[in-house]
């Protein structure tokens, strides 16, 4: 049973340019929630989707933007990149209409951003 | 708002002795109280969670953690450590009713030495 799966692993960016990242979700799952975690803090929620539309969102600026497609699976979308954009980003995913807000998450291995 | 606080940046544990990794909480009900391990350049891993009922949990490899809504704490524990448990914590609360987004404390450093 395939885990949660994000790619790519690594990329470098430059500032103003824009990233998109993926992720699969473990199957079974329907909501994939995406997290910012900078060098030495804990992860921040981004947003999370379920059914295709952005049912949450943390304190992250429009040039952060998703997108989830039919088969669950989801893309993070950053704009106009900035030098504090770097970081992982992990993507989790969950069975929510089963566990409601009481599963746990499942991550993947992270997409590792650097932007010089 | 949630929060939680990890109030410790590292612990230092000889192999074989307890460890206890603390966290504290905010919350504006009764919270859902999670425990992941981050090992270096992987993802996070679930080891357990508290959501109601017996106020000691126990999780994966070994852990535990226990539940106190009077110091709104949720300390993970292991009786006997093992060097493979080395690793980076971190604690989590959900606050019920607000979807399954996960508010991190800033992680907790575990050495165990041998």
């Known amino acids: 049973d395939a885990g949660v799966t994000q790619s790519p692993t690594h990329l470098i960016k430059t500032r103003g340019q824009q990233v998109t990242l993926r992720c699969s979700p473990k199957?079974?799952?329907?909501?994939v929630s995406w997290y910012q975690q900078a060098l030495g803090q804990g992860p921040q929620f981004i947003f999370q989707?379920?059914?295709?539309?952005?049912?949450q969102r943390g304190n992250f600026p429009d040039r952060f933007s998703g997108h989830q497609f039919p088969n669950y699976s989801s893309e993070l979308n950053v704009n106009a990149l900035l030098l504090g954009d770097s970081a992982l980003y992990l993507c989790?995913?969950?069975?929510?209409?089963?566990?409601?807000?009481?599963?746990?998450?499942?991550f993947g291995e992270g997409s590792r951003l650097t932007v010089l | 708002a949630q929060s939680v606080a990890q109030p410790e940046d590292q612990v230092n544990v000889a192999e074989g002795n307890p460890l206890t990794v603390k966290c504290t909480y905010s919350?504006?009900?009764?919270?859902?109280l999670f425990w992941y391990v981050q090992y270096p350049n992987r993802g996070l891993q679930f080891l357990l969670k508290?959501?109601?009922?017996?106020?000691l949990v126990k999780g994966s490899y070994g852990f535990e953690a226990e539940f106190n809504k009077s110091q709104t704490s949720f300390h993970l524990k292991k009786p006997s450590a093992l060097v493979s448990d080395s690793a980076l914590y971190f604690c989590?609360?959900?606050?019920?009713?607000?979807?399954?987004?996960?508010?991190f404390g800033a992680g907790t450093i575990l050495r165990v030495k041998s």
């Open positions: 508290y959501i109601t009922g017996d106020n």
């Open positions: 199957s079974g799952h329907d909501t």
């Open positions: 989790a995913s969950s069975f929510l209409k089963e566990t409601g807000d009481t599963g746990e998450l499942f």
């Open positions: 919350v504006s009900g009764n919270p859902y």
């Open positions: 989590a609360v959900r606050d019920p009713g607000y979807g399954n987004k996960l508010v």
């Open positions: 989707y379920y059914e295709e539309e952005e049912r």
